[in-house]
T-cell receptor, first 112, second 114 residues
Framework: RKEVEQDPGPFNVPEGATVAFNCTYS??????FFWYRQDCRKEPKLLMS???SGNEDGRFTAQLNRASQYISLLIRDSKLSDSATYLC?????????????FGAGTRLTVKP | EPEVTQTPSHQVTQMGQEVILRCVPI?????FYWYRQILGQKVEFLVS??????SEKSEIFDDQFSVERPDGSNFTLKIRSTKLEDSAMYFC????WGSGGEQYFGPGTRLTVT
């Protein structure tokens, strides 16, 4: 099982649609979880952290399920500007340090 | 809004040459990182740096790589003898609390080894 695995995508949705991405992780001791977005040939940009209780930021909702070892990102009322690759990031303790792993990303295209 | 900056934006070098990629992390951040992303592939962790020393490194970060914080603002990645497979986008990132916290990425340096 890959350390961090995401829906392969691509997702092509119309404007206004709701879309959900899932991400699974293999290390049950993982501690911190994030969603980043990455535009083509640009740097990853932090979208939101994922908290145990779930959290919402405008049209974006992130949830964590520790028992099943997955996190999700829900985008409501999608906009053209939401088109990007969404990266799931998991931080796990390794010996005395932390190990940050990126998923391969899920590409989203929002069409008019 | 403070941001991480990187120079150059694009570096072309011949195989076997040394390159130094430069980063200026966000000023009050204490933890620094380098990542690479080969075209079409996922972002891969290279190294983390705190308190003037490497705190963690990946299998990719072999003896050809080194990092340095030569002064209070710059954070550099040196590749001693570049190989074709070092061609990638290199991202610097910084965070203000521990490697378990949110990291902010610079715009990257595209390294092309010919």
């Amino acid at each position: 099982r890959k350390e961090v695995e995401q829906d392969p995508g691509p997702f092509n949705v119309p404007e206004g649609a709701t879309v959900a991405f899932n991400c699974t992780y293999s290390n049950s001791a993982s501690q911190s979880f994030f969603w980043y977005r990455q535009d083509c040939r640009k740097e990853p940009k932090l979208l939101m952290s994922v908290y145990s209780s779930g959290n919402e930021d405008g049209r974006f909702t992130a949830q964590l399920n520790r028992a099943s070892q997955y996190i999700s990102l829900l985008i409501r009322d999608s906009k053209l500007s939401d088109s990007a690759t969404y990266l799931c990031v998991v931080i796990s303790p390794v010996l005395n340090n932390n190990d940050m792993r990126f998923g391969a990303g899920t590409r989203l295209t929002v069409k008019p | 809004e403070p941001e991480v900056t990187q120079t150059p934006s694009h570096q072309v070098t011949q195989m076997g040459q040394e390159v130094i990629l430069r980063c200026v992390p966000i000023s009050n951040h204490l933890y620094f990182y380098w990542y690479r992303q080969i075209l079409g592939q996922k972002v891969e962790f290279l190294v983390s740096f705190y308190n003037n020393e490497i705190s963690e490194k990946s299998e990719i970060f072999d003896d050809q790589f080194s990092v340095e914080r030569p002064d209070g603002s710059n954070f550099t990645l040196k590749i001693r003898s570049t190989k074709l497979e070092d061609s990638a986008m290199y991202f610097c990132a910084s965070s203000d609390w521990g490697s378990g916290g949110e990291q902010y990425f610079g715009p990257g340096t595209r390294l092309t080894v010919t």
